[in-house]
Structures are given as C-alpha cells and as structure tokens.
C-alpha cells in the first residue's frame, strides 16, 4: 500500500476545519443555481476556487458560499456534502467551525435555522457514511467585541448535542485574542467548550497564553509561534495541550520559500517537539487538499516519518471534544485498525 492509499484508510478524526471554505465547488454551483446567485466572472468554474496566495480572493469565495447558502435545507446539502468527501478521506469524527455571524449579516438566516439545517447534514451524514460530526460556532474575529458577544449568546439560548464548544477564527493580526474575553467567559460559564486561532500569521507567543489563561481555551488551532516562547512551550507539552495544525497554511507557504522551507517550516519544529499536533485540511477545496492529504504532507512536505503519524491520530482523539469514555474505545479500535494498516504500507 503506498503513502496515500494508506493515509486515506486510516481512522482519523479532523478539529479544525471551516465549513463556508469545506463546501465543495458542485455543491456551491449547485447551490448558487438553486437561489439565483451570481458568480463572479469566470471562464471554467475551477477559477472560482483557485487558489492563489491572495487572501481577498480566498475570502470574496467564502461571502460568496455564505451569500448562497439561503434556507435550512441549503445548510443541510453542504454538510451532508462535505461530510461525505471527509468520510472518502477516512475521517470517522470530524469538528467543524461556522461563522454564525456571516450567515446573519451576509445570507440573512438566523442562527436557529443555520445550525439545524447543519445537524440535519451532519445526522443524514452519519447514518450514510458512518463519519460523526460536531459543530463549532466560530467568532469572526475582525469583527467587534459586541457581535462576538452576541454570537455565543445566540449559541447558549439554542443549545444543540452536537454543538459542544466555540472558536475563533479570520485575520489575527490587529485583533488578538483578549477582545472577546468577554464572549469566551460567557461560553466557559455556560459550559461550552473553548478553542481559538493562535499564534497565526507570525502573531506572537503570547497570543496562545492569552488564548489559555484569558480565554479558557482547551485547544490551540494553529499555535505556530509558541516555538517563540521556550517556557509556554514547555508548559503546553507539560499540559498536553492538542494543536490543530495545517500543513498548507498559506502564511508560512507566501514567507518561506526555497529548498530549505520544510526544515524551517514551524511545523516540523513542532514536530521535533513534544507538542501533541494534529494535521488537518482547513478549508479543503480551496487549499486543494483533504484529511487524507492533510497526514500525508506531514511525510511528504516536512520529511517526518511515517510511523509518527500513529502519534497524531492518537493526539486528534486526545483533543476531540468527546466523552473519554468514547476517546478509549476509539483509541481500542481505531489503532487496531492503524496497525493492520501500518503492517502493509511501504515506508
Ligand atoms: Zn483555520
């Protein structure tokens, strides 16, 4: 079995990826069709989700996906699709940020509709694919301090099973973590669990302490400069605390360059450490990549041996917001499954 079939067959769970850039483009033209929206000019639709280093562009595609995501069954179809591409990946459990917030102020759906449409997606998911889904209600951080209050609000008066905790996510720059103190305090006082965009965009190490100890936080996604910040480092490896790391981060892709990129790249640092890191997909069809992918990056892009990602399928089981009694069968069955696998593949 070669390194790509084996990544896509093993079990692995995915915490850090958005929904609005996890559509997939026939689900957008789809859904764009289905609601008379009108897509920027382009000659093959592929352009619309080219890549590109240019962050305007990658955000005008996600107003765009929110823009035709109208009614309750919409959220529902776009779910459900990209849910069966995570499952073709091998994902059995998969965590999923949403920006409530755009769907409010850009698609005009409340957060009622927008996340029970989502459920919807994620149960029929399910039951057809056998891949488990949550849902993270995410703060918008270049938005204000009051809207982000208003967004957990929103998510504590509608409590849902499958919506266990929140996030933080867009441009970190110029707004750190401590401007939504106060919403990640409601969050942690009504029981939500809590993670936030750290340590992104060469934002500095005290970004994943203040996402820590001001903000609650469980998890760091991304987290990449806390090899800034020897005793933090210490601390998050002495805590175990879980980073959701994306190989094709796009900062590091435009600022490093040449042969020496994955050496100097932060996450073959990281790696070098003993941070718990997990690999994921981000906003897959727009990175042009998936969770299977995601894992094999970390051997093809950064070197890494093949038999370290057993220890990151076990770190995405560590830092899934599940009951540990879950956590312990998983890591029973799935590293069964990992093992038969490993014994087959080509190293
Ligand atoms: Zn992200």
Redesign the pocket.
């Known amino acids: 079995m070669n390194l790509a079939d084996f990544c896509r067959a093993i079990p692995k769970t995915e915490l ?3 929904f609005t ?1 996890a559509v997939p483009l026939e689900t957008l033209l789809a859904l764009a069709e289905r609601n008379g929206i009108e897509l920027p000019p382009h000659d093959d639709p592929e352009e619309l989700y080219a890549r590109g280093e240019n962050f305007d562009r990658v955000l005008r595609t996600l107003k765009l996906v929110c823009r035709s995501l109208r009614t309750p069954d919409d959220f529902r179809d776009a779910v459900y699709a990209t849910q069966r591409h995570a499952a073709d990946a091998g994902v059995r459990y998969r965590e999923m ?1 949403w920006n409530p917030t755009d769907h409010w102020t850009i698609g005009d759906i409340g957060y009622a509709a927008s996340v029970d449409g989502m459920i919807a997606g994620l149960r029929d998911a399910e039951a057809d694919f056998g891949i488990a889904g949550r849902l993270i209600p995410s703060i918008d951080r270049e938005s204000s301090p009051e809207l982000g209050y208003e967004m957990v609000e929103a998510a504590v008066a509608h409590p849902r099973d499958e919506t266990v905790g929140i996030g933080m ?1 867009y441009m970190e720059t110029g707004h750190p973590p401590e401007k939504f103190w106060k919403a990640y305090r409601l969050a942690g006082e009504r029981g939500l669990k809590r993670t936030a ?1 750290a340590g ?1 965009f060469g934002e500095p190490a005290r970004n994943v302490e203040t996402a820590l100890d001001l903000l609650g936080c469980e998890r760091i ?2 987290g990449y400069t806390v090899l800034d910040a020897p005793d933090l480092l210490k601390r998050c490896e002495d805590e175990a605390i879980v980073f ?1 790391i ?1 190989p094709t981060n796009s900062y590091y892709n435009r600022t490093l360059k040449g042969q020496d990129f994955a050496k100097v790249h932060p996450i073959a640092a990281m790696a070098r450490t003993q941070l718990k890191i997990m690999p ?1 997909s ?2 897959p069809p727009l990175h042009h990549t998936d969770p299977a992918n995601a894992h094999a990056a970390m051997v093809t892009t950064f070197g890494l041996p093949v038999d370290m990602l057993r220890g990151f399928v076990l770190n995405g089981i560590d830092g899934a917001w599940v009951d540990e009694s879950v956590k312990r069968t998983w890591r029973s069955e799935w590293l069964a499954d990992y093992d038969r696998l490993a014994a087959a593949v080509e190293k």
């Open positions: 850090h990826v958005h850039g940020f996510d965009h992104e996604d991304h959701t994306v994921n981000d906003d």
